[in-house]
C-alpha cells in the first residue's frame, strides 16, 4: 500500500484513539475505618500506698508495745507502751527483715510488689499483739530462679536478724529454780532447737526443776522463730511451698497433702496448731494442693540454690517445735 492509500482516520482501538471506557461511577468516598487505638502507656510498677503502710505500722507498734508491756499497774499509757519497746522493736523488726527480704528480691526480679503490711491485733486475743507481715505480689512469677530467690529471701533475712537478738535477750533472762505452784497460771513456750543450744550456751545444764524466765527480746525473738517456721512449711503458697515447688515442681503438691495432715495431727497434740491448721484448711479448699506453673517449671534449680534450699531446710529444723504454746493450771 502506498502512503496515498493510507486511511485518513485510524480504526477504533488503535494506539492513538482508544476505545471510549465507557459511562464512570460516581467518586465515593473511602469507607470509614475507626483510627487505630493509642497503645496505652506501660504500667508503673512498684506504686505504694505510703500512707496506709505507715498508718499500719504504727498501729502494730502499739499494739505490739501494749503485749510486752511490763509496766505495773496504774502506770500511764506512755509508761506502758515504752516499757513495752524492748519486746515491739525486736519483733517488728524481724517481721521486717522478713517481708524486705522478699520485697528486695522482688526489685531484683522486676516483680511488681507492695511494702509490708504489718497486721495489728489486740494483745489479749493475740499474745504477741500482732499477726505477723506481708507483702502482696501483683504479678506472676516470670521464672522459677525468681520464684525461689523470692520465697527464700523472707525467712533468711528475718532468720539472719532473729539470731542475735535472741541471744541477746537469753543474756537477759532470768533463771527460776522453782515452778512457783501459787501462780495463777503460766504460759509455757516451746523450746526449738536454735533455742535449746542458746540457753545451754549462756546457761549451761539446768535441772529439770528449773524454768527461764524470758525477756521480752527474748519472747520476741522465739515468735520470730516461731513465724519462721510457719512460713517454711512446705504448704501450697507458703514460702516453703515456693521453695518445695522450685526444688520438686508438680510433684510437690504431695508434700503439700501431706503437711496439711501433719497440721491437722498436731492440733491433738498442742491446740496451739488450730489457727494454723485451718488456715491451711481454707488455702487447700479454695486453691487447691497445686503450687501455680511456671513456664520453665521443668529447668532444674542450679546447684547454688540447692544449697540455699538445703539451708531453709535446716532453718525449718531448729526453729520448729511440735508444742509451740501450754498453759500451766496450778492445782
Known amino acids: 500500500m ?34 487505630a487505638p493509642i497503645p496505652a502507656p506501660p504500667r508503673r ?16 507498734l502499739v499494739t505490739t508495745s501494749w503485749a510486752g ?59 504477741a499483739g500482732t499477726l505477723g507481715a506481708v507483702i502482696r505480689i501483683k504479678e506472676k512469677f516470670p521464672s522459677k530462679k525468681a520464684l525461689f530467690d523470692i520465697g527464700v529471701a523472707g525467712p533468711i533475712a528475718g532468720f539472719v536478724v532473729l539470731v542475735p537478738l535472741l541471744y541477746w535477750g537469753v543474756t537477759m533472762s532470768e533463771v527460776q529454780t522453782s515452778r512457783a505452784a501459787e501462780a495463777a497460771n503460766i504460759l509455757y513456750l516451746g523450746e526449738p532447737l536454735l533455742y535449746q543450744a542458746i540457753e545451754r550456751l549462756h546457761f549451761g545444764p539446768l535441772p529439770d526443776s528449773a524454768d527461764v524466765m524470758l525477756h521480752p527480746m527474748a519472747f520476741a525473738a522465739w515468735f520470730g522463730m516461731f513465724a519462721t517456721a510457719l512460713n517454711l512449711l512446705p504448704f501450697g503458697q507458703l ?14 503438691w504431695y508434700v503439700s497433702a501431706g503437711t496439711l495432715i501433719a497440721a491437722i495431727g498436731l492440733t491433738f497434740v498442742s491446740l496451739s496448731w488450730l489457727l494454723m491448721a485451718v488456715m491451711m484448711l481454707v488455702m487447700a ?47
Open 2 to 35: 502506498r502512503p496515498d492509500d493510507l486511511p485518513t482516520q485510524l480504526p477504533t482501538g488503535s494506539v492513538d484513539n482508544p476505545p471510549s471506557p465507557g459511562p464512570q461511577p460516581a467518586w465515593q468516598p473511602p469507607p470509614w475505618q475507626p483510627p
Open 45 to 60: 510498677k512498684f506504686r505504694h500506698r505510703y500512707g496506709t503502710h505507715i498508718l499500719l505500722f504504727a498501729l502494730t
Open 69 to 127: 508491756s511490763s509496766a505495773p499497774q496504774g502506770s500511764s499509757m506512755i509508761e506502758v507502751l515504752a516499757s513495752g519497746l524492748w519486746f515491739s522493736l525486736p519483733i517488728l523488726g524481724i517481721l521486717a527483715a522478713h517481708e524486705f527480704g522478699h520485697y528486695v528480691y522482688c526489685r531484683i526480679h522486676n516483680v511488681d510488689a507492695t511494702l509490708p503490711y504489718f497486721i495489728p491485733a489486740l494483745p489479749f486475743v493475740f499474745i
Open 239 to 252: 514460702d516453703g511451698g515456693h521453695i518445695v515447688y522450685s526444688v520438686l515442681g508438680r510433684r510437690s
Open 285 to 331: 479448699m479454695f486453691l487447691g494442693f497445686r503450687h501455680p506453673r511456671i513456664l520453665d517449671e521443668h529447668v532444674p534449680l542450679d546447684p547454688p540454690r540447692m544449697l540455699v534450699a538445703f539451708i531453709a531446710l535446716v532453718i525449718f529444723a531448729i526453729c520448729f517445735t511440735p508444742v509451740p504454746i501450754s498453759l500451766f493450771l496450778p492445782e
